[in-house]
């Protein structure tokens, strides 16, 4: 059942949560994901059998939780999973991070490390608002960011177009974790599909070649896109799960 947590400046964060043994397991959404994808459900499941502590939550502005997904930026997301690790777990956590779920993820290993047991990443987008949607940008959509504070652009997952803001685009330059170390002293698995169109496999290349951690491996999987959604990708989540958690201790 959906509860909620009141979290930083008044925002309600929505979530799921099952008891179990630790360390437990915390699934972090994608851009304009919710709680209620394939991914997040079948983690759910996968902890359940196994008496594993699980938590799945929204984001603001995402799913059930309060706040408009355009006010939002990469800063705002990242506090909310903080807000939701202390407040509603307790002890070392393994986080599997979805897409932007990867980049929040990194920034709390970077933030919290004390709290991680290790992280499981699957398509890991970080910095994408810099070197995905500004890189990407023509000279004219950069000046309609700037001067309108917003662009349109065209989803591949609805109808209804991505607004990018001028916000998410100068908040995300306040927390890139490709520029700067990045420690990651736990068992870590990056998974990633060579067909993926929104995240390039060379993404997880550069990532795995910054990370800082002794027991740190990239699986890439061919023919796999973005979604990463199929039974056997699931299955090879679960495998991650079950090496990382394994060498946690």
Same mark, same amino acid.
């Given at each position: ?10 925002r309600r ?6 008891e ?15 709680m209620?994808?394939?991914? #997040? ?7 359940r ?15 059930e ?6 006010? %939002? +930026?990469? &800063? ?10 202390? &407040?509603?777990?307790?002890?070392r ?11 929040? %993820? ?11 047991? &290790?992280l499981?990443?699957? #398509?890991a ?5 810099e ?6 940008f023509?000279a004219?959509?950069? +000046? ?6 917003r662009?349109?652009?065209p ?10 803001t ?13 520029d ?5 002293p736990f ?13 390039p ?11 800082? %951690?002794e027991?740190m491996r ?5 023919? #796999?896109?973005?979604r ?10 679960g495998?991650a ?5 394994a060498? #946690?201790?």
């Amino acid at each position: 059942m959906t509860q909620f947590l009141e979290g930083p400046q008044g925002r309600r964060i929505a979530y799921n949560r099952i008891e179990g043994q630790g360390p437990g397991v915390v699934f972090l959404g994608g851009f304009r994901s919710d709680m209620q994808g394939t991914k #997040a459900l079948w983690l759910e499941d996968w902890a359940r059998a196994r008496g594993r502590a699980f938590l799945r939550f929204d984001y603001s502005g995402h799913g059930e939780s309060s706040g408009m997904f355009e006010e %939002g +930026a990469i &800063g705002d997301w990242f506090a909310d999973a903080m807000a939701a690790i202390r &407040g509603l777990t307790e002890g070392r956590q393994v986080l599997v991070g979805s897409s932007m779920g990867g980049w929040i %993820g990194l920034l709390l290993a970077r933030t919290m490390p004390e709290r991680l047991a &290790g992280l499981v990443t699957v #398509a890991a987008a970080p910095d994408f608002t810099e070197r995905g949607y500004w890189v990407g940008f023509s000279a004219a959509e950069r +000046a309609a960011l700037l001067e309108r504070g917003r662009v349109e652009q065209p989803s591949d997952y609805g109808d209804a177009p991505y607004v990018i803001t001028r916000r998410l685009i100068e908040d995300g330059r306040d927390h890139l974790v490709l520029d700067q170390p990045l420690p990651l002293p736990f068992p870590v698995r990056f998974l990633q599909g060579t067909e993926d169109a929104d995240v390039p496999m060379s993404w997880a290349l550069d990532l795995l070649a910054h990370g800082k %951690g002794e027991d740190m491996r990239l699986v890439l999987v061919k023919g #796999a896109d973005h979604r990463f959604s199929t039974p056997d990708c699931l299955a090879l989540i679960g495998d991650a799960l079950d090496e990382v958690l394994a060498r #946690a201790g």
